[in-house]
């Protein structure tokens, strides 16, 4: 049928409001054409069609139209009708739409979504995936400056029933840039007929939906916020991270850094729910690896074979100085790691702290020199107890510093700094443990032999 044709006769049943027979003329046509029909009707008889065509269908219809045809369908359909619409459109075609659409209208349209549909919006919209933005709501409460306070409170009362929190009221001007946050004590106690803008302080903290979550939760603990604002590159109001969403993320990172420290892959489910299988592999990997580097120790003790033969009282001292060498770089790991995850170091006091180590490791270092002066001496005498002692003094110092270092190194480097964990740090202080030891040993007793 010519298109002249077709429009006329969708006129006159538009016209004759025969809807049925319509709806029934349209329902053997595929998507793609009637997406082309609708381009070429006008604003009011798009809108009509559209409402009439089935729910699969209108949907999929959406998805071939232009961003302009979608915008002016949507001003003309109800929160319900959208809701309808964005929840029957395929995840792709929905995330889409949604990049195509300006931040404000972004946020509208996510508000209308299910939780469900929101969360796999959120994941396809480009968001990284331990981003803010995967983790923020839509469901705040927003005022404008010009409002009176009483006419504020009463759009908080009927919004606030649907608001993740209402602790936090934020100011938003017409294009919805966030230009403030306020406490709801604010307009509780401020008079009626005053505005908003006259109670608003332009004091507040946001975040970019593309931060790292663990951001958010430093914010949040840092400027002890019940919730914390989530903007665009424009400062469009995206939504909200709650105290309850960051906290969920703290145990969550703060597990994953246990299990890192561990030296196992972090399990993405809890342990009851984990099978042997997957346990098995979450280790093995890290066992192996670690296998290869205490495969070096063996290879330090073969190279000093002679050393150990003239005297064999330094066999007796091995497991003290490597095991006091791996718990010292261990402590100093596990303090370095979380001082970092808490931001109570920062990058760019490196120096400051990394002397501080130093000067722990040395006092450690000389205290458990002495004590191990007076093993030494008592095991295999003087010269024993010499080396014994410079030895352990040399390796805590050393491995307090690589325990201080690797987690900042790796933090510089953009990884996470629990991947320094307590097997790794104790393998390496192992290979430069025995190395310190026969090394200061060779040299001792050659000078007093």
């Not at 006769?9 to 998507?31: D, V």
């Not at 001003?75 to 949604?98: C, G, H, V, W």
């Not at 066999?315 to 095991?323: A, C, E, Q, S, T």
């Amino acid at each position: 049928m010519e298109p002249e044709l077709i429009n006329s006769r969708i006129e006159r049943l538009i016209k004759e409001q025969k809807w049925h027979e319509l709806r029934q003329f349209l329902a053997n046509w595929s998507a793609p054409d009637i997406a082309e029909l609708l381009l070429h009707l006008e604003k009011r008889e798009r809108a009509l069609i559209f409402r009439l065509l089935p729910r699969p269908l209108s949907s999929e219809v959406f998805s071939y139209l232009e961003s302009k045809q979608k915008d002016e369908l949507l001003r003309d359909m109800t929160d319900e009708e959208i809701r309808q619409l964005l929840a029957n459109l395929s995840p792709d075609d929905r995330t889409q739409f949604l990049e195509e659409l300006p931040g404000q209208a972004t946020q509208r349209l996510l508000n209308l979504l299910s939780s469900e549909d929101r969360r796999e919006t959120l994941q396809l919209l480009g968001y990284p995936e331990e981003s803010v933005g995967r983790l923020m709501t839509p469901n705040y409460v927003a005022v404008r400056p010009g409002w009176r306070v009483g006419e504020a409170l009463e759009h908080i009362r009927n919004k606030g029933r649907d608001s993740e929190t209402i602790n936090q009221i934020y100011v938003v001007d017409p294009s919805w840039k966030l230009i403030d946050a306020l406490e709801l004590r604010r307009f509780i106690l401020a008079k009626p007929d005053l505005t908003v803008e006259q109670i608003m302080d332009y004091k507040f903290v946001s975040i970019s939906a593309f931060e790292d979550r663990e951001k958010a939760v430093q914010m949040i603990q840092h400027y002890d916020l019940d919730a914390l604002p989530v903007v665009d590159s424009e400062g469009i109001l995206l939504g909200i991270v709650t105290v309850d969403d960051v906290m969920d993320v703290a145990q969550e990172e703060a597990t994953e850094d246990f299990h890192r420290v561990a030296a196992v892959a972090p399990l993405r489910m809890s342990y009851r729910e984990s099978s042997i299988g997957a346990l098995y592999r979450k280790r093995v990997l890290w066992l192996t690896a670690l296998l290869g580097v205490n495969l070096v120790s063996s290879g330090v003790i073969a190279a000093f074979e002679e050393t150990l033969a003239t005297q064999i009282a330094l066999v007796f001292f091995i497991p003290l100085l490597i095991d006091t060498a791996g718990n010292a770089g261990s402590q100093s790991a596990t303090l370095m790691i979380r001082a970092i995850a808490t931001g109570d170091i920062a990058l760019d006091r490196w120096f400051w702290a990394i002397s501080r180590e130093l000067a722990i490791g040395l006092l450690l270092g000389v205290t458990m020199g002495m004590a191990s002066w007076a093993l030494g001496l008592y095991r295999g005498g003087w010269e024993i107890g010499m080396v014994v002692s410079l030895a352990m003094i040399s390796v805590v110092i050393f491995a307090n510093m690589i325990g201080a270092i690797l987690p900042l190194l790796l933090t510089r480097l953009g990884l996470d700094p629990a991947v320094a964990s307590s097997p790794l740090i104790t393998s390496v202080a192992d290979v430069a443990g025995l190395i310190i030891y026969f090394s200061i040993a060779t040299r001792v007793l050659r000078i007093w032999g």
